[in-house]
């Protein structure tokens, strides 16, 4: 059973840094995409970032693309997204999740989300 | 981008009641849409992708349609535990989402 726990989420100032975690199981490494996506309170779901399978490649979400960074430690099975120079438009629940070809691109598991609060 | 284009924003139905949400795709995307569904404080659960395939474990009154532009999901008879916010998403491109339809009891 893959289960995802983020990790990281908290209170920042304006342009500030943090780091999220997402601790994965081994497997989910080598067989899923990762991705982020968040949430702003009310609102509805925005996708932010993937990393493929691989590691080979990665994409961003055009409000987060030069600002935000996603990585991992395939040897802790962890999945990372650094945010920096953070808004207040970033305040949001962050959830990893993953994406297997055998759902057609949809994102199966999700974490239970870490909260991001971005204010001065 | 593909933008995806839900209604209606709101939904007031009551229980046994049969509901369809609708989703619009701004260009083509052949059968690559989820349908995910989410309660308060928790995190969105998947219930169908490819359009049309029922994710395991969930109960066969949830129905998805449609393909190209045009895509439907319906509950057949709403159940108490049915209430909740759904979203679509388009899984052609870097993802997007629908705004979503909350089901409220009437």
């Known amino acids: 059973q893959v289960q995802l726990v983020e990790s990281g989420g908290g209170v920042v100032q304006p342009g500030g840094s943090l780091r999220l975690s997402c601790a994965a199981s081994?497997?989910?490494?080598?067989?899923?995409?990762l991705h982020w996506v968040r949430q702003a309170p009310g609102k509805g779901l925005e996708w932010v970032a993937v990393?493929?399978?691989?590691?080979?490649?990665?994409n961003y979400a055009e409000s987060v693309r030069g600002r935000f960074t996603i990585s991992r430690d395939s040897s802790k099975s962890t999945l990372y997204l650094q945010m920096n120079s953070l808004r207040a438009e970033d305040t949001a629940v962050y959830y990893c999740?993953?994406?297997?070809?055998?759902?057609?691109?949809?994102?199966?598991?999700w974490g239970q989300g870490t909260m991001v609060t971005v204010a001065s | 981008d593909i933008q995806m284009i839900q209604s209606p924003p709101t939904l007031s139905a009551s229980v046994g009641d049969r509901v369809t949400i609708t989703c619009r795709a701004t260009?083509?995307?052949?059968?690559?849409l989820a349908w995910y569904q989410q309660k308060p404080g928790k995190a969105p659960k998947l219930l169908i992708y490819?359009?049309?395939t029922l994710e395991s474990g969930v109960p066969s009154r949830f129905s998805g349609g449609g393909s190209g532009t045009e895509f439907t999901l319906t509950i057949s008879s709403l159940q108490p535990e049915d209430f909740a916010t759904y979203y679509c998403?388009?899984?052609?491109?870097?993802?997007?989402f629908g705004g979503g339809t909350k089901v409220e009891i009437k």
């Open positions: 999740t993953t994406e297997s070809s055998t759902y057609g691109g949809a994102f199966d598991i």
């Open positions: 081994a497997s989910t490494f080598r067989s899923y995409a």
């Open positions: 990393l493929w399978s691989d590691g080979s490649n990665e």
């Open positions: 260009q083509s995307i052949g059968s690559w």
């Open positions: 490819k359009a049309s």
């Open positions: 998403q388009q899984c052609k491109s870097y993802p997007t």
